[in-house]
């Protein structure tokens, strides 16, 4: 056999090296494509929405209050007072009434900041000044209460929501254990669901501290009216708004709740201003 000169012996590799680089190329091609393709189906197949859940760090303290029999309306002008002379972010609360539901008469939701602003000096010192007048016939006036810390959006969303609604849908959830995250996620799913139907979201709210509960929602309304009307929708549109939020379909909404759920009180309120 003829040897072969040093030329085809430097040619050889250099053609097998670089048909290894083009065959490189193909595949690296053929696995990007691969995928773009799979990014596609899986964007297809993800729900869609453009809600947007509000951030969650502003402390407020939450009261549920019981009166004591015939002292609610006393209680009420109380409260009424503390607001009137308290500083906005240290005494005064936002109030709602019961009308129907749990066993509280009053709901009040104070705007506290954060720990550090709510237990400084200073802010002690204003809270015992508004208070100390009037302390102590406040709590004969109360038969049961329960007090829990939470965050929740900013007072600026809050207090907005609050000054044009008259009516108020509230739900008090305790999760069971471990399902914490998935229930506030769940509830900001049933928000995207109500935003693709052009209906009033709900405001969300996580428990710190105080109280069993971990989460409560607030639907805000103009009136009893304008709750009713909120819950209209065609099964059509109401089957691709659930999709779209990420629920299986419509009728999964209320079951999946309930399988993150030890606990559930429902509440329908009226403002005092």
């Given at each position: 056999m003829p040897?072969?000169?040093?030329?085809?012996?430097?040619?050889?590799?250099?053609?097998?090296?670089?048909?290894?680089?083009?065959?490189?190329?193909?595949r690296m091609r053929k696995a990007l494509l691969a995928i773009a393709f799979l990014s596609i189906a899986i964007s297809a197949q993800t729900p869609?929405?453009?809600?947007?859940?509000?951030?969650?760090?502003?402390?407020?303290?939450?009261?549920?209050i019981q009166a004591a029999p015939g002292k609610l309306l006393e209680l009420i002008d109380l409260q009424k007072d503390r607001n009137a002379r308290a500083n906005f972010r240290n005494?005064?609360?936002?109030?709602?009434?019961?009308?129907?539901?749990?066993?509280?008469?009053?709901?009040?939701?104070?705007?506290?900041?954060?720990?550090?602003?709510?237990?400084?000096?200073?802010?002690?010192?204003?809270?015992?000044?508004?208070?100390?007048?009037?302390?102590?016939?406040?709590?004969?006036?109360?038969?049961?209460?329960?007090?829990?810390?939470?965050f929740g959006p900013p007072i600026e969303e809050v207090s907005k929501n609050w000054k044009d609604a008259g009516f108020f849908h509230v739900?008090?959830?305790?999760?069971?254990?471990?399902?914490?995250?998935?229930?506030?996620?769940?509830?900001?799913?049933?928000?995207?669901?109500?935003?693709?139907?052009g209906q009033p979201t709900n405001l969300v709210f996580t428990r710190d501290q105080g109280a069993a509960w971990d989460c409560?929602?607030?639907?805000?309304?103009?009136?009893?009216q304008h709750y009713a009307e909120s819950a209209k929708a065609s099964p059509e549109d109401a089957e691709a708004a659930a999709k779209s939020a990420g629920f299986q379909s419509a009728k999964d909404i209320g079951p999946y709740l309930r399988t993150l759920i030890a606990l559930h009180h429902d509440t329908l309120a009226v403002a005092v201003k």
């Amino acid at each position: 056999m003829p040897a072969r000169n040093v030329g085809e012996n430097c040619l050889l590799p250099n053609l097998l090296r670089k048909q290894s680089a083009r065959v490189s190329i193909a595949r690296m091609r053929k696995a990007l494509l691969a995928i773009a393709f799979l990014s596609i189906a899986i964007s297809a197949q993800t729900p869609q929405n453009n809600w947007t859940p509000l951030q969650r760090t502003y402390l407020y303290k939450v009261s549920f209050i019981q009166a004591a029999p015939g002292k609610l309306l006393e209680l009420i002008d109380l409260q009424k007072d503390r607001n009137a002379r308290a500083n906005f972010r240290n005494g005064s609360a936002f109030m709602m009434r019961h009308s129907q539901g749990d066993r509280w008469d009053l709901m009040l939701v104070a705007p506290a900041a954060n720990y550090g602003y709510y237990y400084s000096p200073e802010s002690i010192r204003q809270r015992a000044t508004f208070f100390s007048q009037d302390a102590q016939k406040f709590q004969d006036d109360i038969a049961w209460q329960e007090d829990l810390f939470v965050f929740g959006p900013p007072i600026e969303e809050v207090s907005k929501n609050w000054k044009d609604a008259g009516f108020f849908h509230v739900e008090i959830f305790q999760s069971l254990p471990g399902k914490q995250t998935e229930l506030v996620k769940e509830r900001e799913m049933e928000n995207a669901y109500l935003h693709k139907l052009g209906q009033p979201t709900n405001l969300v709210f996580t428990r710190d501290q105080g109280a069993a509960w971990d989460c409560f929602t607030i639907g805000f309304y103009r009136d009893l009216q304008h709750y009713a009307e909120s819950a209209k929708a065609s099964p059509e549109d109401a089957e691709a708004a659930a999709k779209s939020a990420g629920f299986q379909s419509a009728k999964d909404i209320g079951p999946y709740l309930r399988t993150l759920i030890a606990l559930h009180h429902d509440t329908l309120a009226v403002a005092v201003k």
